[in-house]
Each structure stands twice: as structure tokens, then as C-alpha cells.
């Protein structure tokens, strides 16, 4: 595939949403990919990356081989979630804190288009196909209510939160941050990030060499679990396409549980800078809530998270034609 600067700045750009994504317990970095149109290529692009890029290089040379592996565009997209996760994750908490309402609302909305998106692409509605769409939904539905552990202590763990977390970022509709969330590693990898951010800003190495060896620990469970995952997920979509939308459908219906707006909270966490933030949280109607509802606003970020994806959906159309 033939690209351009522009393109590439676009896959970052759409790398940026996906690490927003990934910052919010309860939001998939898969979703993005897949209503941004990138999804396939992502989980081909990770399949195909082996050790076969080193005997290329050794054959052909360097560029043939990171042409071959289509690594442009897997270094784009990672540099966008990079960057996002890096700069945007303080405006993501702040938002959790201050305008939860809105930002669940935006990003219920954001899912509610995306199951439609998919739903719409599966081409033949079987009863294994139904089965699949409940059983995900389900499976989903439990893992949003889900008690979290305590936090991890051991390098052991990182090393399997690493693992789960990154399959969870991959498959829409299932969060990898509510994954941590779930693990105990969630306060664990946001203080790992503004510790790595801070040792960069104040040139601190100690604190920085300490965030490293801890991040690098986890990516290496990332890395074998984005191998793995990648490698069943790129099968089941050449061979069982139909049954993979549905699943994965079955997932983001699931997830709404976990981004309904009006929450009751059952139990409080306090996070690195001494500030209770919710733990455990129950969906409720609106007439439940405590404090104002706000229920034309959360129908407006919800409209707006809706259409959102009508119009990617609407642009990907017209660039196709």
C-alpha cells in the first residue's frame, strides 16, 4: 500500500484516539481501530511480524524488509498512542473527576454507533451467530462488574497484567485499562507513566531508569500477548469472519454497562495523589443519581459520540468510492 506523509499523520492522529481510549477504565483502544478502519491492518501487520524481518533484511535490505512488514505504519499509529497516552491522560483524569457524566456519556454514544457499525457488517444471521453475540455480551457484562484486587507487588504480575491488558486493548469492546483496573495494576501503570513523564521533565534518571525497568517488564507481556492474540484473531477473521463480528459485537454491547453515564458509587479507592476517586461502581436509572442528573447534556454527549461515527463511517464510504 502506497502512502503518504498526510496518511501516516492520519494514522497517528487515529493512534492518538485509540491511547485516549486506552487511558479510560471502561473504553477499548479496539473500538477506535476498528470504527477508524485500521483494525485488520493492525492484526495483520502484528501477525506478520517475525522473525522473518531479519533474514529479509539480511537478503534485501533494510527498507525492503520494513516495507514488506508494513512497519511505517505500525510505527505511525504507535507514536499516536504514545504521545496520547504520555499528554492525554492528565486531561482524561481530570475529565473522570470533574465531568464524569459527559465523558461516559460521549463515549456511550461512541460505542452505541460502533455495535451498529458492526452489527452491520455481519452478513449471515445464524444461530451460531446470535449464540456468539450473547455469549460475548455476556462475558463482557461480567468483566464490567468485576471486583478489582489489590495491586500487584511482583514483577511475575506486571509481567501477566502486561499480557491480559494488551489483548484486552485490542479486542473492541473489552477495556484494557478496566483489565488493570480489574488486576490491581491500574493506579500501578498510571503512576509508572507520570513517574517515566516526570524523570523526563526534571532529567531525574533514577526515577527514570525506574519506570523503565517496571514498563519494560510489562511490555514484554504485551509483546507476547499481542503475538499471540494477533495471530488467533487474524486467523479467525480469513476463516470465521462472520462469527468474529459477532463476538466482537457481542463484546461492545456487553461493555455498556461499564460506560452508562449514571453510576452509584459502592466503594472509594484513594490514588497516588490523595484523592478518592470511585472503586467499585453500580449503573442506576437517572432519577437514582445523587447529584443532578444533567439529562439533556448526557443525551447531547451521547448524540454526539453517535454521530461522531456516522460521519467517520460516511468519509471511510466516500474515500472507498
Not at 8 to 27: S, T, W
Not at 59 to 64: Q, R
Request: aromatic share 12%; glycine share 8%.
Amino acid at each position: 500500500m502506497q502512502r503518504k506523509l498526510k496518511d501516516y499523520l492520519i494514522i497517528a492522529i487515529k493512534g492518538i484516539a485509540m491511547g485516549a481510549a486506552d487511558v479510560v477504565p471502561g473504553v477499548s483502544g479496539g473500538t477506535i481501530a476498528f470504527i477508524s478502519g485500521i483494525y485488520e491492518e493492525l492484526i495483520e501487520t502484528i501477525n506478520n511480524l517475525d522473525i522473518g524481518f531479519l533474514s529479509l533484511w539480511k537478503k534485501e535490505g533494510f527498507a525492503t524488509a520494513w516495507k514488506h512488514h508494513n512497519l511505517s505504519f505500525l510505527c505511525a499509529l504507535f507514536l499516536g498512542i504514545l504521545i496520547s497516552i504520555l499528554s492525554l491522560a492528565k486531561v482524561i483524569k481530570w475529565l473522570l473527576h470533574h465531568e464524569s457524566l459527559l465523558l461516559w456519556a460521549f463515549f456511550f454514544g461512541l460505542v452505541l454507533a460502533s455495535i451498529f457499525y458492526i452489527g452491520k457488517q455481519i452478513s449471515s444471521w445464524k444461530p451460531k451467530t446470535i449464540l456468539g453475540i450473547l455469549l460475548a455480551a455476556i462475558v463482557s457484562y461480567y468483566i464490567t462488574i468485576a471486583e478489582p484486587l489489590a495491586s500487584p507487588d511482583s514483577n511475575w504480575y506486571l509481567l501477566f497484567c502486561g499480557f491480559i491488558a494488551i489483548i484486552a486493548m485490542i479486542l473492541p469492546g473489552v477495556s484494557g485499562a478496566f483489565i488493570l483496573l480489574i488486576l490491581g495494576a491500574y493506579q500501578t501503570a498510571i503512576d509508572l507513566i507520570n513517574q517515566l513523564r516526570n524523570g523526563i521533565v526534571n532529567l531525574d534518571f533514577d526515577l527514570l531508569w525506574g519506570a523503565i525497568s517496571k514498563i519494560m517488564i510489562m511490555g514484554v507481556g504485551a509483546l507476547i500477548g499481542l503475538k499471540l492474540f494477533s495471530k488467533a484473531l487474524n486467523w479467525m477473521f480469513k476463516h470465521h469472519n462472520n462469527i468474529t463480528l459477532a463476538i466482537l459485537t457481542g463484546f461492545m454491547i456487553g461493555s455498556l454497562n461499564k460506560l452508562w453515564p449514571w453510576k452509584k458509587v459502592l466503594s472509594w479507592r484513594t490514588n497516588s495523589e490523595g484523592i478518592e476517586v470511585p472503586f467499585i461502581e453500580k449503573s442506576i436509572l437517572p432519577s437514582q443519581y445523587e447529584n443532578d442528573p444533567r439529562i439533556l447534556w448526557v443525551l447531547l454527549f451521547i448524540a454526539i459520540g453517535f454521530l461522531l461515527i456516522l460521519i467517520l463511517e460516511r468519509l471511510s464510504v466516500k474515500k472507498t468510492n
